[in-house]
């Protein structure tokens, strides 16, 4: 499983999963207690093109940087790396 991880200057938050979707009213930002498997993405792809349409939409978080973090089914982090981002 996959979430983005978020660090600006009002701190470390992760993307939820399905945050564009006013039907469920997901969250868009969590703190890190608050993440589990239901707001996890299942590819890196997913996680990656849910960031590219919060940055179209978004353009004040073009400036935070963000990681990708592989997560296993204990919420155990196996990698993270940080993403490029297109501040255009």
Same mark, same amino acid.
């Given at each position: 499983?996959?979430?983005?991880? !978020?660090?600006?200057?009002?701190?470390?938050?992760?993307?939820?999963?399905?945050?564009?979707?006013?039907?469920?009213?997901?969250?868009?930002?969590?703190?890190?207690?608050?993440?589990?498997?239901?707001?996890?993405?299942? !590819?890196?792809?997913?996680?990656? !093109? !849910?960031?590219?349409?919060?940055?179209?939409?978004?353009?004040?978080?073009?400036?935070?940087?963000?990681?990708?973090?592989?997560?296993?089914?204990?919420?155990?982090?196996?990698?993270?790396?940080?993403?490029?981002?297109?501040?255009?």
């Amino acid at each position: 499983m996959f979430i983005i991880k !978020s660090i600006s200057n009002e701190g470390e938050y992760y993307l939820a999963k399905g945050w564009g979707n006013t039907k469920k009213n997901t969250k868009m930002w969590l703190y890190g207690s608050e993440v589990c498997e239901k707001y996890m993405f299942k !590819s890196e792809q997913s996680a990656k !093109s !849910s960031l590219a349409k919060l940055l179209k939409v978004m353009d004040e978080y073009k400036t935070d940087k963000f990681y990708i973090v592989e997560v296993d089914k204990d919420g155990k982090i196996i990698k993270e790396k940080e993403l490029e981002v297109n501040n255009d």
